[in-house]
Every structure is written in C-alpha cells, then in structure tokens.
C-alpha cells in the first residue's frame, strides 16, 4: 500500500467517524452549528448547541485499539487547544454564549459488525 493509499483510507475513516458522531450528537438533541472549522491555530471537528451551551466536540475514529483506544489520542494539550479554538470560533462567529463544554466521541470501527460510539461530555 502506497502512502497516498494509507492516507486516503485515513482520511475516509475519519470522515465516516465525524458523520457517525454529528448523526448521534443531532439524534441526542443538540444542533449542529459547524464542522471541520479550521483557522491558522487548528481546527474543530464539530461545533453544536447543547441547550444554551455551546459544545465543541473532538472525534477520533479508529478501525481497531491495537494502538490505543479513541480517548486515550485525546492529550491534556489537545484540549487545552480546543479550548482556544472555541474562543477563537465564538469571536470568528460574533455569537455570545453562556458556556463552552468540549466533549469527545470516540469511535471504533471494526471490520465486522456495528461502529462502537463513546460519547464523553466534559472532557476538560
């Protein structure tokens, strides 16, 4: 497999797992506002309204755990990223909102049978 091949195919899976999480994110309630926002200091997978709060939401796909689960991608300066990038999307959008939360939806997608979905809210 060429290194073109692997990325398109990680690619493609990540896009699968974004889908898969806005879908189950909407079906709880929420409201999506944007995906894959990006500006010069990163990007967010997806912005949704939860209520009054405003949530960002981080998701990370993955075809198998033999390198880790979903979550444990998810670092401490991971999160402390989006935390700027919601500031910097909330003043993109000039929308004022009582409270920002950054959530996580892990996914594993199995070569057999159903994706599993892991929603965590309140992830830092």
Do not use: F
């Not at 967010?44 to 981080?58: A, F, M």
Request: hydrophobic share 45%; charged share 25%.
């Amino acid at each position: 497999m060429t290194s073109s091949t692997a990325a398109a195919i990680k690619q493609a899976l990540g896009a699968y797992g974004e889908t898969l999480a806005a879908r189950h994110l909407v079906g709880q309630g929420m409201v999506l506002l944007d995906r894959n926002w990006r500006c010069e200091a990163g990007e967010i997978d997806l912005v949704l309204r939860d209520g009054d709060v405003l949530v960002v939401c981080e998701v990370k796909t993955r075809s198998s755990l033999r390198y880790g689960t979903p979550h444990e991608a998810v670092t401490d300066i991971k999160v402390a990223r989006l935390r700027r990038l919601a500031t910097r999307w909330v003043a993109d959008r000039g929308v004022a909102v009582r409270d920002i939360r950054i959530d996580l939806v892990g996914i594993v997608r199995p070569r057999r049978g159903s994706s599993l979905v892991d929603h965590v809210r309140g992830i830092g």
